[in-house]
């Protein structure tokens, strides 16, 4: 079975920064498309960031210049590197196996993000 694991928020001042991870199993990790989400309370849950196997990068406007998705194949690891944070980052953040742009339903336990003053 699939199996994501987030770890790494934390709560920080408008402007910190953060690096989530999130280690993924029950995979060939290589060959998909991983995908950050983040859903804030009341909201819906939002693709912030995606990465392909191949390493291609896709952004949402709100977090674009701020934040930089990555992967390490072969830790089957994905991250989240989130600069210059504002409170309205704030939000649990989860990951997801991407397929046709969409995720397939899986998801971790989620990592929350808290950015305050």
């Known amino acids: 079975q699939v199996q994501l694991v987030e770890s790494g928020g934390g709560s920080v001042q408008p402007g910190g920064s953060l690096r989530l991870s999130c280690a993924a199993s029950?995979?060939?990790?290589?060959?998909?498309?991983m995908g950050w989400y983040r859903q804030a309370p009341g909201k819906q849950r939002e693709l912030v960031s995606s990465?392909?196997?191949?390493?291609?990068?896709n952004y949402a406007d709100s977090v674009k210049g701020r934040f930089t998705i990555s992967r390490d194949n072969a830790k089957n690891t994905v991250y989240l590197q989130m600069n210059s944070l504002k409170p309205e980052d704030t939000a649990v953040y989860y990951c997801?196996?991407?397929?046709?742009?969409?995720?397939?339903?899986?998801w971790g336990q989620g990592t929350q993000v808290t950015v305050s003053s």
């Open positions: 029950g995979i060939i990790f290589r060959m998909y498309t």
């Open positions: 997801s196996v991407n397929v046709g742009g969409v995720s397939i339903g899986y």
């Open positions: 990465i392909t196997g191949g390493g291609s990068t």
